[in-house]
Structures are given as C-alpha cells and as structure tokens.
C-alpha cells in the first residue's frame, strides 16, 4: 500500500467518523476544501465511491460504510501499538479519547481528573459530550461511559461510581396549583420536562419500580431537551416535574428551590462504567487513566 494510501485513508476515516469535513479539518489542522479534494482523489482511484455529500451533511455511502467498518479496528491496532511504545518513554504520555453524556463527565470523570492531568502534563485527554450509546470502536473513542447493565459483554468495564438514583422533582411554584402525585402514573395528567436520547430517537421513558415491577411511564410536556442539566434548570424554573439524577437535585432540595415527589418509586441502577475493548493493548497513559477513575470498592 502506497503512504499516499494510508494518509487519504486516515482522512477517510476522520470525516465519515465526524459526519463532516468541516470538523474533520480542524483535527488535521486544514481545510475543508482540502480534504474533500483528498477524498475525491481517494474516490477515483478505488473507483467507488465513499461518501454521500449535501450542504449541510456529509453520510458514508454503503461502500464507504463497509470500508469504514473494516478499516477502523486496523488503524486502532495500530494507534495501539504506538501507544505502546510510551512504555520506554520516562513519562506516559499519548492521546485518549473518551465519551460520555455530560452527567457522567462532570460528577465522575472531571473531578477525578484535575489532578491527574497536573501530575501527568504529557497525556492528552478529548472528551465528547453526547448520550447516544455509540459504537466506541467504528467512532474511533477509547473508552465510552455507561450503565454496567448497558454494556455488551465483549467489553472490559470498569465500575467509576456508586450505584444511581433518579429523583422526581419539582418547584413549589408548579406543584401549589396542582395535585401531588401519589403513584407514577399520575404524572401522565402533568406537565413534565422530557430528555430526548438520540441512539432511540425518542423521548427517555422515566424508570420507576413497584413491588419489584419495572413501570415505565411516557411522559408529556411543554419542554424537551437533550440534556439533564437543562432539564433541572427548567424545573427549578417552575415548568414541570423532571426525573434526575438524585445527586445533581440535591442542592436544590436542600434549598427548597425543589421538592421530591414519589421516592418510594424510585429504584437503584448499577453505577456508571467505562467501558473499552477487550482486544485493546493498554497503553501505560490508558491504565493509569483508568485506574484514576477506578470507584473504590
């Protein structure tokens, strides 16, 4: 294989990854005109083509996403075996990548982090904010954050929290004009916030927990957002019930800026994991990444 090759594949790789050539040039430090000049050459001389373009999108065709599924798992082997090589350098050092919604990063990986990317100033850490339950492989990450139960079994996972409570809330300005909900099924005949999870497309379905039955109940609104920490502004805000993490609600209900409705509903999930390959070939700036967000058991 040419280097011409290996360079255009690895452009290749960034922009169908990004979905864009915009965001794909900033990694490489270029122009998206650049870029899709590099791929078009890549396109005539394999002969197919690799990527659907529109004015605002940029989508793998269905060649480009077979290559895409086949060449990512090589360019990570390699990437590995790189890192590997900070095994003889006398500090760790490398670039990880990690996903996670932005609950996960700010309560579990970013406190846990500030020293140690002080103690360790050659290591260089990307995080992404998103909920959906990527493919950590195809999207070129590291390592992704879930719940232990969400994770596929062919993955190493790694415990970085307590287990987790969501807690039904809302500010005494909604609840004093209406009834308070005894049972989560009454929460249909309110005005609630939803969250939106873009790996389903759809509105979160708030868990509750009775005698050991799971009740889901789909809630309606004035508001939807894809955040969790929107959604708690809204409801201190007065717009509705919210279901949140208990954590995050806490100062709110100490204050009495919100009240906590139906939390003999409300279960316990198994805490946040991260999760990575089991083929992976941990590099020493990985392990100690890892073992930095470790939750003590």
């Not at 452009?11 to 000049?37: D, W």
């Amino acid at each position: 294989m040419e280097r011409q090759d290996v360079n255009d594949l690895m452009v290749f790789l960034a922009v169908a990854r990004e979905r864009s050539f915009t965001k794909a040039a900033a990694k490489f430090g270029l122009s998206p005109s650049a870029l899709s000049h590099t791929i078009r050459q890549l396109e005539a001389r394999l002969g197919v083509r690799l990527l659907t373009r529109t004015t605002r999108s940029v989508s793998p065709t269905e060649a480009g996403g077979q290559l895409l599924q086949d060449i990512s798992p090589l360019f990570e082997e390699i990437g590995s075996a790189i890192d590997a090589l900070n095994i003889l350098r006398d500090t760790p050092a490398g670039t990880i990548r990690l996903t996670a919604g932005d609950y996960q990063i700010q309560q579990y990986i970013w406190p846990k982090l500030r020293s140690f990317l002080h103690q360790y100033p050659d290591i260089k850490l990307e995080l992404d904010v998103n909920y959906g339950l990527q493919d950590i492989v195809s999207d070129g990450y590291d390592a992704g954050v879930r719940f232990g139960e969400q994770i596929a079994k062919d993955m190493i996972s790694v415990r970085i929290g307590p287990d987790v409570r969501f807690a039904a809330v809302a500010a005494k300005s909604y609840f004093a004009r209406q009834d308070i909900p005894t049972h989560p099924k009454e929460l249909l005949q309110h005005r609630c916030i939803n969250l939106r999870l873009p790996t389903y497309g759809g509105l979160y379905a708030w868990e509750f927990e009775e005698n050991g039955r799971e009740i889901k109940v789909r809630v309606d609104g004035q508001l939807v957002f894809n955040t969790i920490y929107n959604v708690l502004e809204a409801a201190v805000d007065g717009f509705g019930f919210a279901y949140v993490p208990e954590d995050i609600a806490k100062p709110h209900l100490e204050s009495g800026r919100l009240h906590r409705f139906l939390e003999n509903y409300s279960p316990y999930w198994e805490g946040f994991h991260l999760y990575y390959p089991s083929r992976r070939q941990a590099s020493p700036a990985f392990s100690l990444l890892v073992n930095a967000l470790r939750h003590p058991t």
